[in-house]
């Protein structure tokens, strides 16, 4: 029977997954804005059920796996077909590009989240990770095109381009199989004070349609930052090393 305790959670991580699905639906059916709104309380969802398994001290592995499958859902799958099906409205001409950019994000979203589930064991604690998040991922494609739709909708600015729209999804993700230590989003912000966090935090809700863009794409510029600076420090190790050691590990246990 399963404890009470690791219900909430996993509820929480279903519901990730049913908005991932229902971001899915909305894309295929052109409700390209609606997609991406699903996607956004999916993030919401993600970071609920992590807080909620920390509360509760509901870690298992049964939950570690079940929220990297709804995430591949909701971050990985859903943002693909947004993809393809945004390209696929806007330039119909450019199939050569529409297949081979939208699998290719998905490819890398589920090897993002495979590479992290062998590293990583079910706990409380928070580390940095090798390559970039995937909810940060869908936060960068996704936030391209809905302050796109913003600016022109209410200010008539025409922001959005398509090959910009490609680069981006091509290197969100390149990033997430990367082995760029990417740091959690609240070390990453770390030099904005702890008074002013709650402020901060109400400002980037109240105008989320222009903010997601803003943070999303700050959080890989802080990220990309470190790291130029620490290979120029000589003090850039492999990040991908953990996993390695894990692989050989297994391999020696076949043997």
Request: hydrophobic fraction near 50%; aromatic fraction near 14%; charged fraction near 20%.
């Amino acid at each position: 029977m399963v404890k009470r305790k690791y219900i909430a959670p996993n509820a929480i991580t279903a519901a990730n997954m049913f908005l991932g699905y229902l971001s899915i639906t909305a894309s295929i059916k052109g409700e390209f804005i609606q997609a991406i709104w699903f996607i956004i309380l999916a993030m919401v969802c993600d970071g609920l059920d992590g807080k909620t398994a920390r509360k509760l001290d509901a870690f298992s592995e049964f939950g570690k796996e079940f929220d990297s499958f709804c995430d591949a859902i909701s971050f990985g799958l859903a943002p693909s077909i947004l993809v393809y099906s945004i390209l696929k409205d806007m330039s119909p001409s450019a199939n050569a590009f529409i297949m081979p950019v939208s699998f290719l994000y998905a490819l890398c979203g589920v090897m993002r989240l495979v590479k992290f589930n062998i590293v990583t064991v079910a706990s409380n604690e928070k580390d940095d990770f090798s390559g970039m998040p995937i909810p940060n991922a869908a936060a960068m494609v996704c936030s391209y095109i809905l302050i796109s739709h913003y600016l022109k909708l209410n200010y008539g600015i025409e922001f959005f381009n398509l090959e910009i729209f490609m680069a981006v999804t091509v290197v969100a993700a390149i990033l997430m199989v990367s082995t760029i230590k990417f740091k959690t989003p609240d070390r990453a912000f770390s030099f904005i004070p702890k008074k002013f966090a709650g402020v901060f935090i109400i400002i980037i809700i109240a105008t989320l349609k222009y903010s997601l863009f803003v943070v999303s794409f700050f959080y890989v510029i802080l990220n990309l930052l470190n790291f130029v600076t620490k290979i120029f420090d000589g003090s850039h190790d492999d990040n991908d090393r953990e996993l390695v050691d894990v692989i050989e590990e297994e391999e020696k246990e076949e043997k």
